[in-house]
Every structure is written in C-alpha cells, then in structure tokens.
Antibody, heavy 126, light 107 residues
Framework: QVQLVQSGAEVKKPGASVKVSCKTS????????INWVRQAPGQRLEWMGW????????RYSQKFQGRVTFTGDTFAGTVYMELSSLLSEDTAVYYC???????????????????WGQGTLVTVSS | DIQLTQSPSFLSASVGDRVTITCRAS??????LAWYQQKPGKAPNLLIY???TLQSGVPSRFSGSGSGTEFTLTISSLQPEDFATYYC?????????FGQGTRLEIK
C-alpha cells in the first residue's frame, strides 16, 4: 500500500537548519507530488509548499519563500524539506502528504492530500 | 488569500448524534474543497474531496455538501472513534489554507 515514512525528531538551535526526509513506497514516485504541511502546538495546519518529482518543479508558500527548499531523490523515492534560519516559532510537527495536480485558471494546484506521513517533530530551542 | 470560517470551533455531542460542521470561504471556490479528520498525536486523514466525494475506506456516515462559498461536513450517527478535530481545505487558491478546525468531543 502507499506509505510515506518520515525521518525522526530533531532538536535544533535558533539560526540552524533542519532537513526532514519523506520516503515514499507503494506507487510510482514520479506520478504524484509531495506537499509539506506543518502544525505548531495547538495550532491549525499550515501548508508550506509542494514538490513535483516528475519535473522537479516546486511551489513555496510566500511565508517560507527564501527559507525553505524541497528536493527529491528519484532512485530513493524520497523527498526532502530543508528549513533554514530556524526560529523558536518554527517548533512544530512537519508532515509530508501526497497529491496529484489539477489545472485551473492558468495555474497548477495540488489535489487533496492523501496519504500523509507520520510527522516529524522539530524543536527549536537554545 | 482566501479567508476561511469554520464553525463551530468546538462541538460537544453524544454517540448516535447527527452533527454538521460548516466551512465558509471568503470567495467562491466551486467544489474544490476537502475535509480531514485528525486525532491527537496523529496525521490528518482525508475524508471528503471535491466537496462531496467520499474517500475510499471512509465510513458512509460521513458526507459532504456545498459549492461556491458554503460547505458542510455531516456525520449521520456519531461513533466513539469519530471524536477528533476536523479541518476544511480549499484547493484552488494560493496559499493553500486550512480552516481553524472543529474539535468534536464526547458529551
């Protein structure tokens, strides 16, 4: 079955970077995109962007533009999310989630997210 | 950005009850809306996509309706495993956002 398995919890100091992996299995890696969503303690879900393994295209939320990078390894079936210049407010659970894409009004959008990885807790603390 | 208003924020109900959660968007999104269920400490789980299509494997007591700016998620007869937080998500506008969530608790 389709599975997304993420790397383990991380503790980082302010100003550092973190790289989280999302290993996919059970489907053709290049047939679906991977979205990244985070959730700070007690807060709503926050979309960070997507990575399309088929063409290595990315779309980042403006909030994270310049601080986040998505990359992929087709042979390993894995997508990576790197977030730099970490602040305490970046403490959150980070999720990857699979989607396809649809075209509407001149723009590509992700479809609904399914399935999701189990989440990776990133704690930023001095 | 699309502004989402999900209501209620908190709902207390009993097993067997019928409950409805509403999601209102600040601009029309046609039927590009999904609903998710999230249990404590777990990743969200897709329930409904395209406003009213039940995701495979999701019990038929869940249903979705609406288009444009107003959408509803209905659970026809609450089961103990349904007590969780529910989020709506419009999909045809950037940034992709989520509603603030509806926490459904046992009365």
């Amino acid at each position: 079955q389709v599975q997304l398995v993420q790397s383990g919890a991380e503790v980082k100091k302010p100003g550092a970077s973190v790289k989280v992996s999302c290993k996919t299995s059970g489907y053709t890696f290049t047939s679906h995109g991977i979205n990244w969503v985070r959730q700070a303690p007690g807060q709503r879900l926050e979309w960070m962007g997507w990575f399309n393994p088929a063409n290595v295209n990315t779309r980042y939320s403006q909030k994270f533009q310049g601080r986040v990078t998505f990359t992929g390894d087709t042979f390993a079936g894995t997508v990576y999310m790197e977030l730099s210049s970490l602040l305490s407010e970046d403490t959150a659970v980070y999720y990857c989630a699979r989607s396809t894409f649809f075209y509407d009004g001149g723009t590509w959008y992700p479809t609904s997210f399914d399935p999701w990885g189990q989440g990776t807790l990133v704690t930023v603390s001095s | 950005d699309i502004q989402l208003t999900q209501s209620p924020s908190f709902l207390s109900a009993s097993v067997g009850d019928r409950v409805t959660i509403t999601c209102r968007a600040s601009q029309g999104i046609r039927s590009y809306l999904a609903w998710y269920q999230q249990k404590p400490g777990k990743a969200p789980n897709l329930l409904i996509y395209a406003a009213s299509t039940l995701q495979s494997g999701v019990p038929s007591r869940f249903s979705g309706s609406g288009s444009g700016t107003e959408f509803t998620l209905t659970i026809s007869s609450l089961q103990p495993e349904d007590f969780a937080t529910y989020y709506c998500q419009p999909l045809n506008s950037y940034p992709i956002t989520f509603g603030q969530g509806t926490r459904l608790e046992i009365k």
